[in-house]
Structure formats: structure tokens, C-alpha cells
């Protein structure tokens, strides 16, 4: 089992301890009104973890409390990883960035753009641009998700069987029926939140050979010692498993059992998109590979080069998510922030508004987990709680801010 304990003194490493308290009371608001269950936070800093907390319940109507070996759903915080499984192939020669997705999954040969009309007789137009490994990494592949319900393309999805975390048939077929519905737009030309990642997931299975909970298992979750992170939480390990809440009457935190225990059990889907659960202390590992340039105690995943590659800003242009992104639910805001291959990265702190450093860069969950990785002030943070939707509170937002005052030095 991974480790999450303070290994410094806060003042060590540049905090005033006095100052990150202030974390631990903000959020410990939202447990005491009944609004979140429970929660863990963790910041390090040049690799040591300075402050680490928990607070209030992983199963608040069993009294049992959050602890640092909870299991928590990570949802789309499953990204990053299955990014970094792809690019770990890119350095290998299994691909090139410019390729189309088609050489890995035909159906994907000759895309269709949606133009107009109803779900069931949309018009459509051959897409002037193949479908690219790249166009994947960074959510400009034209693809969707169902639960959107922003577009006719978003409800294609949803009567495909598409909606959240309930998808009925394997990877591969899902991949055969994503390939079957029209795009929103043409490759490479706007943002859209999508299953790009899942459809990544599957090229990484492909080019590697192995389905991808054998690939993350052997290439990244056992190298990087993260034993408890996987597509699904065993029986031996359910009594560690926090459950799903959403916000009920008043705002008042209420248990999502049927949501919640789909994780129990092998899914039908292996979703590199939003399939993982694992703790904080396994996430911690990943992020700080990620801080140190893809290395960890002796093991390295990527190369310094591809850690800097992928959380620079990729977006055509060089624009904002603002600029370019469909106005649909996401990870992170919009204005100042541009997207790499797999993360959100910080442009402008100023246009963003949320205290940051430039090239800061990040994801979160829709259980409203979330982390950061600032390489200037070799920061990192995470927080893990079990709340849907993300956007109830933003609490990735409010966690910056506290994480940055506290810096001194």
C-alpha cells in the first residue's frame, strides 16, 4: 500500500503551517453543514508532502471515516494516466501524433460532420480532416459525451446506451458505435469534453497489444507502485471504498448507491475516459512522476522532454479553452486556460481569475476530485471527496487559492 504522511515541516519547504490550516477549516465547513460527506487533501512541495488531512465520513450513514487508504472513484482523473499510457507508446514509435486514428480502428476512416436536423435523420457532410491521435489528446476529435445535453449528436449518444458510466458492450464495440455517429465539428477546429479518451484508451490496446487495464497495470500502476488503483475495487477492498453522493434537498449530501456501485464489480467498458478508483495516495505517485519529468524513485515512465510537450498548450493557435470550447461541462474553467495532451494548462492566471502559476496544469473528476501540478513552484496538490456533478461547488477552484496564500518562500 502506498504511503500518504507529512514528510516535512510545512515552514521547510516554504508554507506557514498557520496558513495551510486555513484549507482544512474552509472545506471542513462543507462537511459540518452537510454538503460534502468527507474529504482528503494533500500538498507537497519539491517532492515532500507538507500537509495532509482528513475530515468527516466515507460512508457517513455507517459512521465510517475518510482514511488515508479510502478508495475514492477518480472518474476523469482516469485521463492523465491513459495519456501518459499513450504518449509512453509515442516515445516508443507505435505512432506519430499527425496519425489518423483510422490505422488503429478502421471505422474510424471516414468521419461525418453534423450539420443539422433531428437525431433521427441528421445531415451530415464527409469531414474534410481524418480524425488524429492528437485530436484525441486534446478534445478536439469532434466527439462527444451523452450526458451533455447540448447537442442532437449528445442524445445519438445517449440511445447508443451512452450516458453516464453506464455503457452496456466492451471498448472496442464502443468504439465501432462512436465511429457510426456524426462529429460536431471537423478535427482540429473547436474543444468539446468527449470520450476521445476512451477512444484513446483503445488505440493504446491496439498499438500495445494488451487490453488496458493489462497495460496500465505492468507499464504504469506496478512501476510506479499505485497497488490500489485499478478499473474496479475488488470484494476483499469494498470495506475501504467511499460512497457516491449528490446533492439532495437543500444541498444536503445523499448516498447515489446505484451510481456508486457500479465500481464493485468489472465493467463491460474499460474507460481509460472516467473508469479508475484508487486512493490519494496512489494519485500522489503519479503526480509526482509527472513534477519530477516522468521519473520516480529510480523508475521512469517518459522522457523530461514529453512531460514538458504534453502540459503545453496544443490548442490550435495557441487560444483558450474560452475561445474554442463548446460551452458544455468540463474539468476546468475556461477563460486563460489552454489544454495539452491529457491536461488543462494554465495560460494566464490574470484572465483566469483563480491564483495560479503560468503552466500550471491539471484535471479533476466528476466526483469532484481534482489535482494540480505547478513545475514553477514544484507544487502539488490533490483533493478527494465523492460528490457528482463537479461543478455543485468547484472545489478544485477554491483549493488553488488556499494552496497558494500559504506559500511564503
Not at 516508443?92 to 496519425?99: I, P
Not at 474499460?270 to 495516495?281: E, F, K, M, N, Y
Not at 474554442?324 to 461541462?329: G, L, Q, S, V
Request: one cysteine or more; glycine letters at 10%; charged letters at 20%.
Amino acid at each position: 500500500m502506498s504511503d500518504l504522511t507529512v514528510e516535512v515541516d510545512p515552514d521547510q519547504v516554504g508554507f506557514d503551517p498557520v496558513r495551510l490550516d486555513r484549507i482544512d477549516r474552509h472545506f471542513a465547513r462543507y462537511v459540518d453543514d452537510g454538503r460534502l460527506p468527507g474529504w482528503l487533501i494533500a500538498v507537497s512541495r519539491a517532492g515532500q508532502l507538507a500537509h495532509v488531512s482528513t475530515y468527516g465520513h466515507r460512508d457517513v450513514e455507517n459512521g465510517l471515516p475518510v482514511e488515508l487508504d479510502s478508495l475514492f472513484r477518480i472518474y476523469s482523473m482516469s485521463k492523465p494516466i491513459t495519456s501518459v499510457a499513450a504518449m509512453m507508446l509515442y516515445e516508443e514509435g507505435a505512432f506519430q501524433l499527425k496519425d489518423p486514428v483510422s490505422k488503429f480502428i478502421p471505422s474510424f476512416a471516414d468521419p461525418r460532420v453534423y450539420v443539422s436536423g433531428p437525431t433521427h435523420a441528421p445531415v451530415t457532410v464527409p469531414a474534410a480532416e481524418p480524425m488524429r491521435i492528437w485530436h484525441l489528446l486534446t478534445h478536439t476529435a469532434g466527439l462527444t459525451y451523452g450526458f451533455h445535453h447540448a447537442h442532437p449528436v449528445d442524445a445519438m449518444y445517449r440511445a447508443a446506451g451512452f450516458d453516464f458510466g453506464d455503457a452496456s458492450v466492451g471498448l472496442d464495440e464502443a468504439c465501432e458505435r462512436w465511429a457510426s455517429m456524426p462529429l460536431l465539428f471537423e478535427p482540429g477546429t473547436e474543444w468539446n469534453y468527449s470520450v476521445a479518451t476512451d477512444v484513446l484508451g483503445r488505440v493504446v490496446e491496439v498499438a500495445s497489444g494488451q487490453s488496458l487495464d493489462e497495460f496500465l497495470a505492468e507499464r504504469i500502476f506496478g512501476p510506479l507502485g499505485m497497488v490500489d488503483t485499478a478499473f474496479w475495487a475488488p470484494e476483499a477492498d469494498h470495506h475501504r471504498l467511499a460512497a457516491l453522493y449528490v446533492p439532495g434537498a437543500e444541498g444536503q449530501a445523499t448516498r447515489a448507491d446505484m451510481l456508486g456501485d457500479a465500481i464493485m464489480r468489472r465493467p463491460p467498458m474499460l474507460s481509460g475516459g472516467g473508469g479508475l478508483v484508487g486512493t490519494a495516495a496512489d494519485y500522489h505517485r503519479f503526480t509526482q512522476m509527472l513534477l519530477r519529468g516522468g521519473e520516480l524513485d529510480g523508475t521512469r515512465l517518459l522522457g523530461r522532454a514529453t512531460v514538458d510537450f504534453m502540459t503545453a498548450n496544443h490548442l490550435p493557435g495557441g487560444v483558450d479553452l474560452e475561445t474554442i470550447a463548446r460551452p458544455t461541462f468540463s474539468e476546468t474553467s475556461f477563460s486563460g486556460m489552454g489544454f495539452g495532451l491529457g491536461f488543462s494548462v494554465v495560460d494566464s492566471p490574470a484572465e483566469n481569475k483563480v491564483l495560479s502559476s503560468p503552466g500550471e496544469y491539471a484535471w479533476g473528476g466528476a466526483a469532484s476530485t481534482g489535482f494540480f501540478v505547478d513545475p514553477v513552484e514544484e507544487i502539488t496538490a490533490l483533493i478527494f471527496t465523492q460528490l457528482l456533478p463537479s461543478s455543485t461547488y468547484n472545489l478544485r477552484a477554491q483549493l488553488k487559492p488556499l494552496v497558494y496564500q500559504a506559500l511564503v518562500d
